[in-house]
């Protein structure tokens, strides 16, 4: 004879010899049960530690020359090389859902080994710069300030000849003739109206030439946001692609971190507050969540950003796109993660996604 339910709990409860326990030996429940503040959508939105909102993200955009562009990125679904009439439309989009800055990258109409026109006045990023400030003149504008995307080695400094530094391998990144440089693309893209300036070559002294130049210049209230903690990682390859700024021989390990280290990353960022940067970054997000973390702690008076960088944005699409993931609940749990590491910007190109799907609930 099968017994229901209650039966068997009944039975469960009463010991062997049929007896009623005593009070006190009764089962001791918790007193405190966290599952109570789950039981609800209310109640677990009501005590959420780390809450995600529109104006925690910066976008990235890759402006090229032309009207009416639009290019795909391959290798990232849902990302375009825009022309700056149409990255004005996008930008007015962004500023409508919520999202406070963009983070912008040139291509140039042709390079050489200066980068000439990385710091012209009517070069690809201060035309974009002025095109987003016509149509959504609320958005944060920062701008990229590097070489590696203007030169025609792909590097982010001058590099030396044989000619020029003898005593040096050929191809050597020089470190201290490259800031000057530097200096004045920063200058350059503050006269178009950037807002910030993101030195992300990673090379010494940077900040503090690029901070000696903008005051120089008149421009003391144009902020900088460091490349702090950049690391030479595998994850930014569609980088590359998208702003078509690959070396062209070597690799950039002579300047980006060991991704072994992190008491190192914790020395650049005092480095860099300390040469005048109003913000730092951690470059980057997903696979140095222990880094944002430290920087987070060691730094707590210093904002902190970081890159959800493109190829973390890749494997989650292609995971999406197989049906191996539910593309919203990874995308906002991984940006939530970011965030709940410590950082209070994430510059994700998840962002217009991310953005529509909080303001939609």
Not at 63 to 71: D, E
Request: hydrophobic share 45%.
């Amino acid at each position: 004879m099968s017994l229901t339910f209650d039966q068997l709990l009944r039975q469960a409860n009463t010991p062997a010899d049929g007896l009623t326990p005593a009070a006190d030996a009764r089962p001791a429940y918790p007193a405190a049960r966290p599952r109570r503040l789950r039981q609800s959508p209310g109640i677990r939105a009501m005590v959420r530690e780390t809450r995600l909102a529109p104006a925690d993200f910066v976008s990235p955009f890759f402006v090229t020359h032309g009207r009416g562009v639009r290019n795909p990125i391959n290798a990232m679904p849902g990302i375009y090389q825009w022309s700056p009439d149409r990255l004005a439309e996008e930008g007015a989009r962004l500023a409508a859902l919520g999202v406070p800055a963009v983070l912008l990258f040139g291509l140039p109409a042709s390079k050489d080994p200066v980068g000439l026109e990385n710091f012209a006045p009517d070069g690809i990023v201060p035309q974009a710069i002025r095109a987003l400030k016509a149509a959504a003149p609320e958005l944060v504008v920062i701008t990229d300030v590097c070489l590696c995307e203007y030169t025609d080695h792909g590097h982010c400094g001058l590099l030396s000849t044989p000619a020029s530094h003898p005593q040096l391998a050929a191809g050597t990144i020089l470190n201290d003739e490259t800031l000057p440089v530097l200096a004045r693309v920063a200058v350059a893209h503050a006269e178009a109206g950037a807002d910030m300036v993101a030195p992300s070559g990673m090379l010494d002294g940077a900040v503090g030439a690029i901070r000696a130049g903008l005051d120089d210049f008149g421009y003391p209230n144009v902020a900088i946001l460091a490349y702090s903690v950049k690391y030479a990682s595998s994850f930014y390859g569609l980088f590359r692609e998208a702003a078509q700024g690959a070396p062209r021989f070597g690799d950039r390990q002579s300047h980006q971190m060991d991704p072994a280290n992190a008491r190192e990353a914790l020395r650049e960022a005092a480095l860099d507050l300390a040469e005048g940067a109003d913000m730092l970054m951690v470059k980057p997000a997903l696979a140095y969540l222990d880094v944002i973390r430290q920087t987070r702690d060691r730094f707590p008076e210093a904002p902190l950003a970081a890159y959800n960088v493109s190829g973390e944005y890749a494997m989650l699409k292609a995971a999406a796109a197989n049906g191996w993931l539910d593309e919203r609940r990874a995308v906002l749990e991984t940006l939530t993660s970011i965030k709940r590491a410590g950082a209070d910007l994430v510059i994700t190109y998840h962002a217009a996604d991310a953005a529509g799907w909080l303001r939609a609930g």
